[in-house]
């Protein structure tokens, strides 16, 4: 079970670049893929970017491109770098687990909003 909590987000124009830091905590952080979710009002919870613990990258075509996802297990913490971020970016953006059955909580999140 791993414990997460999510900095970093504010509030961007469109071309804009954030980046999101997760700090976690658990002794076995280093095993467990991870990702960056983010959940708009009214839409469901989407996975935007995943790490294996082997350092393998996915991202879904939307954002591809324009996010890189990282990780430092000696510090556990895991990063999302947006750039060129699009009004449809705006959400709340999660860390965990993503295999659901080794997750803990959800966090609290932190809030990307891009706008004019």
């Known amino acids: 079970q791993v414990q997460l909590v999510e900095s970093g987000g504010g509030l961007v124009h469109p071309g804009g670049s954030l980046r999101l830091s997760c700090a976690a905590s658990?002794?076995?952080?280093?095993?467990?893929?991870m990702g960056w979710y983010r959940q708009a009002p009214g839409k469901q919870r989407e996975l935007v970017a995943s790490?294996?613990?082997?350092?393998?990258?996915r991202y879904p075509d939307s954002v591809k491109g324009r996010f890189t996802i990282d990780r430092d297990n000696s510090k556990k913490m895991v990063y999302l770098q947006m750039n060129n971020l699009k009004p449809e970016d705006t959400a709340v953006y999660y860390c965990?687990?993503?295999?659901?059955?080794?997750?803990?909580?959800w966090g609290q999140g932190t809030q990307v909003t891009v706008s004019s």
């Open positions: 790490i294996t613990s082997g350092g393998n990258r």
């Open positions: 658990g002794s076995i952080f280093s095993i467990y893929d």
């Open positions: 965990n687990v993503v295999q659901e059955w080794d997750r803990g909580p």
